[in-house]
């Protein structure tokens, strides 16, 4: 059965530090792997997303994610942190049968420091 | 950016009430989802919900949960006889086209509705 693995439940950065949030993948076949944050009060946002292809992809506010298959990982990285990326941040895998379902991660809970 | 819209934000409700969670899904979109985090917990699947029928469902969502999908824009999760666990936070979701994420869709989500049991 699919499964996601966030080892991380509360990172705390420096704003301005470089940040990598952890995701293993537990999936039989080539996996569609996602990236969501929340911030409070809002709904979960995509932030990227990995079909096929490049390894390495971009997101939006400067977020990347590198797929490794060897690892089965799908860690997230911004090279700087600033303080509004402070939120909630889910690792996700689409499940069998390409239908919308999604199985996520515990997520990630990231503080930013003054 | 269109987006998903949940009614009400937080619903208080008594054990053993009936609840209804309301979703208004993105005009054009064909699929639509329910899913919900307890606290502390991972986001769930809870269902899929597709030409005017479930087209998957997990273990979660028992002959306690029904969708419906009443009058074409509106899209509710109705839960009969609420239990103390069935505290979560509510997230409905919806996704254009068929073909999934094969044909690069994204799904979109809600803010979420925050049930709690008392």
């Known amino acids: 059965a699919q499964s996601v693995t966030q080892p991380d439940i509360h990172i705390t950065v420096s704003e301005g530090a470089s940040l990598e949030l952890r995701c293993n993948y537990s999936?039989?076949?080539?996996?569609?792997l996602f990236w969501y944050v929340q911030s409070p009060g809002q709904g979960l946002q995509l932030l990227l997303k990995?079909?096929?292809?490049?390894?390495l992809v971009q997101g939006i506010k400067g977020f990347e994610a590198e797929f490794k298959r060897s690892q089965s990982s799908f860690n997230l990285r911004k090279p700087s942190v600033h303080w509004s990326d402070a939120a909630e941040y889910f690792c996700?895998?689409?499940?069998?049968?390409?239908?919308?379902?999604?199985?996520f991660g515990q997520g990630t809970t990231l503080q930013v420091k003054p | 950016e269109p987006e998903v819209t949940q009614t009400p934000s937080h619903q208080v409700t008594q054990m053993g009430q009936e609840v209804i969670l309301r979703c208004v899904p993105i005009?054009?979109?064909?699929?639509f989802y329910w899913y919900r985090q307890i606290l502390g917990q991972k986001v769930e699947f809870l269902v899929s919900?597709?030409?005017?029928?479930?087209?998957?469902k997990s273990e979660i969502f028992d002959d306690q949960f029904s969708v419906e999908r009443p009058d074409g824009s509106n899209f509710t999760l109705k839960i009969r006889s609420t239990k103390l666990e069935d505290s979560a936070m509510y997230f409905c979701?919806?996704?254009?086209?068929?073909?999934?994420?094969?044909?690069?869709?994204?799904?979109?989500f809600g803010s979420g509705t925050q049930l709690s049991v008392l």
């Open positions: 005009s054009n979109h064909l699929y």
């Open positions: 999936y039989g076949a080539t996996p569609y």
């Open positions: 996700a895998v689409a499940g069998s049968g390409n239908t919308g379902k999604l199985i």
């Open positions: 990995y079909f096929s292809g490049d390894t």
């Open positions: 919900f597709y030409n005017n029928e479930i087209s998957e």
């Open positions: 979701a919806s996704m254009k086209l068929e073909g999934g994420f094969a044909t690069n869709e994204k799904l979109f």
